[in-house]
């Protein structure tokens, strides 16, 4: 499992209709999106928006959510996450590129009149808290999640610790979604290659860009084959919660068995 990258396992080709997509001709109009982001330099959205047009999906609208306070979170006790500097606002990246850039809140009368207006016809969430049946249903094809772990075993938060702790694959997951967390139609998944000096955040950096590597596909996948021809995702009834601090100790033991820098299976 190590240091390869497992693109050939079921996995992977988690939608018979994604691939079926794929090997077809395709002369769709896939300028028909719409962004969902926060309305602040966000990585994962400058990502996204730079990598939708170099593949020549240009959004008709992009809508950012205002920021809003909330209770501060606990920071675990290790870094998972990088930290980044020279983030692009996301209303910078839409103006040099010209995609219309609206501010509102997502779940609200205003991104419903934004999205019908637009003529969008699918979402892609770059970011977004969870969304109301009422936006989903604004647009014809519905909305695509680009999740940071394999749906359904790893929904809700902190997805690769959580993964590394129950022994699960690591790897993202397009799915349309409904109004409930990671939920919806699958689109498909795929796994990211470990290595035996990966650290928490090299894996983490490694889960942001394959969510990113594939959603040019997704998004083609999708507009061919409308939301219909994808297949329910399962629900385990489990959505998982941050991980409390006290659990970091056995979940960097757990790593270092899985990596095999440690020879001491944890019980």
């Known amino acids: 499992m190590l240091g390869r990258e497992l693109r050939g396992s079921p996995l992977q080709d988690g939608s018979s209709a994604l691939q079926k997509a794929q090997a ?16 602040f330099p966000h990585k994962k959205t400058q990502d996204l928006l730079l990598r939708l047009i170099v593949e020549q999906i240009r959004p008709a609208i992009m809508i950012g959510a205002p920021r809003v306070e909330r209770p501060t979170r606990i920071l675990p006790p290790l870094r998972v996450k990088p930290r ?7 209303a910078i990246i839409c103006k040099s590129f010209g995609v219309p850039y609206f501010v ?18 699918l ?3 770059g970011g977004a808290r969870i969304l109301t049946r009422q936006v ?25 610790q959580w ?13 349309l979604i409904n109004e409930h967390i990671d939920a919806g ?21 490694r889960l942001e860009e394959a969510q990113i590597a594939i959603v040019s596909n997704a998004v083609r996948g999708v507009v061919r084959e409308r939301r219909q021809t994808f297949p329910q995702l399962r629900s385990n009834g489990n959505v998982n919660r941050s991980m409390r601090p006290d659990l970091y100790g056995e979940l960097m033991a757990r ?5 095999g820098r440690r020879d001491v299976r944890i019980p």
């Open 136 to 160: 989903i249903n604004a647009l014809e094809l519905g909305i695509l999640n680009l999740h940071p772990g394999i749906l359904p075993e790893v929904r809700g938060l902190d997805a690769l």
């Open 123 to 125: 979402g892609i969430i």
């Open 185 to 205: 139609k699958m689109v498909s998944r795929e796994l990211v290659p470990e290595y035996r000096d990966d650290l928490l955040v090299d894996l983490s950096l």
């Open 84 to 90: 980044h500097i020279g983030i692009l606002a996301p």
């Open 24 to 39: 077809h001709d395709w002369s769709a109009d896939i300028s028909k999106i719409a962004v969902f982001t926060y309305d």
């Open 163 to 175: 993964a590394i702790y129950k022994g699960l694959p690591l790897g993202v997951t397009a799915h």
């Open 255 to 259: 790593l270092e068995v899985r990596l």
């Open 104 to 121: 509102a809140p997502h779940n609200s009368e205003l991104t419903c009149r934004l999205l019908k207006n637009s003529g969008a016809r």
